[in-house]
């Protein structure tokens, strides 16, 4: 935390707040007192008695599915994340992979590695293509958003089915397969829920086009690591992006790593240096309501969706 972070906070604290901060060894003696907690690990788990005095969380992510989410309600424990920081960064890294995959830039590299002056053969446009975005929040409207400077068609699944400006088309759960039929690239921007928990097997990349990527940069649950393998083996899709995986870090058995049609990255579609000062953003909004309204207003994670 910035000196001009700490000193944000303290303009909106009461009098006779404290804010710990820094290194483990400064905070962890201090969990026990804690009634706002920003971030989490396991050291944290230990406010999870009838004894602690937290009250919420500000989970300096997104994704909440490591943690005690049933803990937190049964406790009374308000959870917010920092969902919407993501938007720009994971979207570029979207429109990355699929520029990449398009233009075949991921082989060019390879081959640049290997000074290799080689064609790689047939390429591709982006425009005139069809998007589908699996899971349309934040990233997902911003991904459609630069889809369609691109011209393309794009195809939105949402829990609700409620419009977006940007997707020409939306659909509830019970679209999924039109989605997936219909579309050149697969987006995947979903939470990992019980809901959602492999919801991409044998059966859904069956439903793909055979020229169609899938990009998974959710959570790497919501996906059967096996099922896809072999739908890239067999050709059934012509490749993969991915961002994150069912075992992180990807073990370095993993087949991914050796297949020509897969782009990998570290689980860091999100970060970017403004990363921090957006969160922030969003923590001293809440912070501003839990004062003067005794609660977050903002991100208020649904402990029964679990996002």
Same mark, same amino acid.
């Given at each position: 935390?910035?000196? #001009?972070? +700490?000193?944000?906070?303290?303009?909106?604290?009461?009098?006779?707040?404290?804010?710990?901060?820094?290194?483990?060894?400064?905070?962890?003696?201090? +969990?026990?007192?804690?009634?706002?907690? *920003?971030?989490?690990?396991?050291?944290?788990?230990?406010? @999870?008695?009838? #004894?602690?005095?937290?009250?919420?969380?500000? #989970?300096?992510?997104?994704?909440?599915?490591?943690?005690?989410?049933?803990?937190?309600?049964?406790?009374? &424990? /308000?959870?917010?994340?920092?969902?919407?920081?993501?938007?720009?960064?994971?979207? %570029?890294?979207? @429109?990355?992979?699929?520029?990449?995959?398009?233009?075949?830039?991921?082989?060019?590299?390879? =081959?640049?590695?290997?000074?290799?002056?080689?064609?790689?053969?047939?390429? =591709?446009?982006?425009?005139?293509?069809?998007?589908? *975005?699996?899971?349309?929040?934040? &990233?997902?409207?911003? $991904?459609?958003?630069?889809?369609?400077?691109?011209?393309?068609?794009?195809?939105?699944?949402?829990?609700?089915?409620?419009?977006?400006?940007?997707?020409?088309?939306?659909?509830?759960?019970?679209?999924? !397969? %039109?989605?997936?039929?219909?579309?050149?690239?697969?987006?995947?921007?979903?939470?990992? $829920?019980?809901?959602?928990?492999? /919801?991409?097997?044998?059966?859904?990349?069956?439903?793909?086009?055979?020229?169609?990527?899938? &990009?998974?940069?959710?959570?790497?649950?919501? $996906?059967?690591?096996?099922? +896809?393998?072999?739908? /890239?083996?067999?050709?059934?899709?012509?490749?993969?992006? @991915? !961002? *994150?995986?069912?075992?992180?870090?990807?073990?370095?058995?993993?087949?991914?790593?050796?297949?020509?049609?897969?782009?990998?990255?570290?689980? #860091?579609?999100?970060?970017?240096?403004?990363?921090?000062?957006?969160?922030?953003?969003?923590? /001293?909004?809440?912070?501003?309501?839990?004062?003067?309204?005794?609660?977050?207003?903002?991100? @208020?994670?649904?402990?029964?969706? =679990?996002?």
């Amino acid at each position: 935390m910035s000196l #001009n972070q +700490l000193e944000q906070i303290y303009t909106v604290i009461p009098t006779g707040w404290e804010v710990i901060h820094g290194d483990k060894e400064q905070w962890a003696s201090h +969990l026990k007192d804690a009634e706002i907690m *920003v971030g989490w690990n396991r050291l944290a788990e230990a406010c @999870l008695n009838s #004894n602690s005095k937290l009250r919420w969380v500000q #989970n300096w992510g997104a994704g909440v599915d490591r943690m005690p989410l049933a803990e937190m309600a049964a406790q009374g &424990i /308000l959870l917010t994340n920092a969902s919407g920081v993501h938007a720009f960064p994971i979207s %570029e890294t979207i @429109l990355a992979m699929m520029l990449a995959f398009s233009r075949k830039l991921h082989l060019s590299i390879r =081959h640049q590695a290997q000074k290799t002056w080689q064609s790689t053969g047939e390429l =591709h446009e982006i425009h005139g293509r069809t998007m589908g *975005v699996i899971g349309v929040g934040a &990233i997902g409207e911003e $991904t459609a958003r630069l889809g369609k400077a691109f011209g393309m068609r794009v195809l939105g699944v949402r829990r609700s089915g409620e419009p977006s400006p940007y997707v020409d088309r939306m659909f509830d759960k019970f679209g999924l !397969d %039109e989605v997936l039929q219909q579309s050149d690239y697969v987006i995947v921007t979903l939470p990992l $829920t019980p809901d959602t928990h492999y /919801l991409f097997g044998s059966r859904e990349f069956a439903l793909m086009k055979a020229s169609a990527y899938f &990009i998974n940069i959710g959570r790497g649950g919501t $996906t059967n690591t096996e099922a +896809l393998l072999e739908a /890239l083996r067999n050709g059934r899709i012509a490749g993969a992006g @991915l !961002d *994150v995986f069912e075992q992180e870090p990807l073990p370095e058995s993993s087949p991914l790593w050796q297949m020509d049609n897969i782009i990998i990255t570290p689980h #860091n579609s999100g970060s970017t240096v403004y990363y921090d000062d957006r969160a922030m953003e969003i923590f /001293l909004t809440n912070l501003k309501a839990y004062f003067n309204d005794g609660q977050p207003s903002y991100n @208020l994670v649904d402990f029964d969706k =679990h996002y």
